[in-house]
């Protein structure tokens, strides 16, 4: 009995010792320890769920701890917080808004490994080290309900200028520039297609036939594939995804030309958390990523890729206009006053 009693004590000293040693290995950075990256992103959150769960199954020492919202809100955040940053990444961004963060000293440059494998335009090649990377292109729409344009006798818009028609007062919802990057990329488009005097003379004609602009930019098709409004200005991925599960949408790619924007990342300054920033950026560029990044997106950073999306219009990649992301980048704060200024009485929602 003596005997049982001295190794069952050996063997609680010996638990003892052991979470001990866990304990201490946990608390010094060890064992148990796992970095916590905090990430801005206005990534749809339907998606964010599979890039976090790809990502730290090569990384299990990072936990990704996402902060999402639309890219104005995002954005704003961001500027809210720039004498002291709370991100440790921006990720899934405007390139636009990073384009536009970055004059304000707000990144880390870094190249990821495999960075020169992207298209060029793709990553930002204006400094020695890349301020931001480039990951896949959204690209701006028209959802329309099928069974209420029907019942309201409304023909399909094939062009941004057939929404002036008075026949659709009511029927268009919008994203606020100000809020959405969808609604930002849109209003960019028009100025760089026909310039800022029939541009804002456009957006003046379309205001009379809008109901009410909407925070996000995905809203306007989620509402047109409700069937509240008849049609939305959105983005192709969110049109698409609504027809795989059934909604009665039908995603034009307007003839006079769609923008678009990059989703992007970038590395705020300063951060606490660079080593685990880099592996996260290094996975971004990958082609595993990309590969992901394709399953909603038609149009990615890895050359030889993209495979064509499910229910995206017919020639909408042809359709993209030359987009001057400098311009964009420089003149938004700009833009976007504007646009409140006259717009802005009208509601969002």
């Known amino acids: 009995m003596k005997t049982k009693r001295y190794f069952s004590k050996i063997r609680t000293l010996g638990k003892a010792l052991l979470l001990s040693s866990l304990l201490s290995l946990s608390m010094s950075g060890g064992l148990l320890a796992k ?24 990384h299990s020492d990072i936990s990704i701890k996402w902060v999402r919202d639309s890219t104005g809100i995002i954005t704003a955040k961001l500027l809210a917080e720039k004498r002291k940053p709370r991100a440790d990444m921006v990720w899934g961004l405007a390139a636009t808004s990073l384009l536009m963060l970055a004059q304000e000293d707000y990144f880390q440059g870094y190249a990821p490994k495999g960075v020169q494998k992207l298209v060029p335009n793709f990553y930002d090649r204006k400094h020695a080290t890349p301020q931001w990377v480039g990951q896949r292109v959204w690209i701006g729409s028209i959802c329309v309900n099928t069974i209420l344009a029907k019942q309201y006798q409304l023909p399909t818009p094939m062009r941004w200028s057939d929404l002036l028609n008075p026949i659709y007062k009511g029927h268009v919802v919008m994203p606020n520039p100000n809020s959405s990057g969808t609604g930002f990329l849109d209003v960019s488009a ?6 800022e005097e029939n541009a804002w003379n ?9 109901a009410h602009y909407t925070h996000s930019g995905s ?6 594939g409700a069937g509240e409004f008849a049609i939305g200005i ?7 995804n609504m027809i795989s599960k059934g909604a009665p949408i039908k995603v034009i790619a307007p003839e006079e030309g769609v923008g678009w924007d990059l989703e992007a990342f970038a590395i705020v300054k300063n951060t606490k958390k660079l080593a685990a920033a880099k592996k996260f950026a290094d996975w971004s560029v990958s082609r595993e990523a990309n590969v992901l990044y394709n399953r909603e997106y038609a149009k990615v950073a890895y050359p030889g890729v993209a495979k064509p999306v499910a229910n995206f219009p017919n020639r909408i990649v042809a359709r993209m206009i030359d987009n001057d992301f400098e311009f964009a980048g420089n003149h938004r704060k700009q833009i976007l006053k504007k646009w409140a200024s006259k717009f802005s009485s009208k509601k969002t929602k």
């Open 190 to 195: 028009w100025i760089q297609m026909w310039g």
């Open 234 to 240: 959105s983005f192709a991925k969110r049109g698409a």
């Open 202 to 210: 456009y957006m003046e004609g379309l205001h009379k036939n809008i």
């Open 35 to 58: 970095t916590n990256l905090l990430v801005y992103t206005a990534v749809e959150a339907d998606e964010l769920r599979l890039f976090k769960k790809s990502f730290e199954k090569k």
């Open 219 to 224: 809203k306007p098709c989620k509402l047109a």
